[in-house]
């Protein structure tokens, strides 16, 4: 399914970028350009995106802002 018609991002292409072993949301905008154009996928990008970092790895999930709230950085 495209998500990001703007960019051509696929849903596969996301949870290909956080297999990969992106860190962040912006590390898969960087990757692959989602969402950094119109924005309309934004929501639907950054959804997809959580439910890739739960299923293929917490530790690609951990952007900044995460180690600040975790307990496991605490
Ligand atoms: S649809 Fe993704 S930036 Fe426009």
Same mark, same amino acid.
């Given at each position: ?5 703007? =960019?051509? %991002? #696929? !849903?596969? !292409?996301?949870?290909?970028? %956080?297999? !990969?072993? /992106?860190? *962040?949301? @912006?590390?898969? =905008?960087? @990757? $692959?350009? %989602? +969402? ?6 934004? *929501?639907?990008? =950054? =959804?997809?995106?959580?439910?890739a970092c739960a299923e293929h790895g917490a530790r690609a999930h +951990?952007? &900044? @802002? #995460?180690? /600040? $709230?975790? &307990? /496991?950085?605490?």
């Amino acid at each position: 399914m495209i998500v990001c018609i703007c =960019q051509r %991002v #696929s !849903d596969r !292409d996301i949870v290909r970028v %956080v297999r !990969d072993g /992106a860190s *962040s949301f @912006e590390d898969l =905008q960087i @990757e $692959t350009g %989602v +969402a950094s154009r119109c924005g309309c996928c934004r *929501s639907c990008a =950054q =959804q997809i995106y959580d439910k890739a970092c739960a299923e293929h790895g917490a530790r690609a999930h +951990a952007g &900044p @802002e #995460s180690r /600040a $709230t975790s &307990p /496991a950085y605490a």
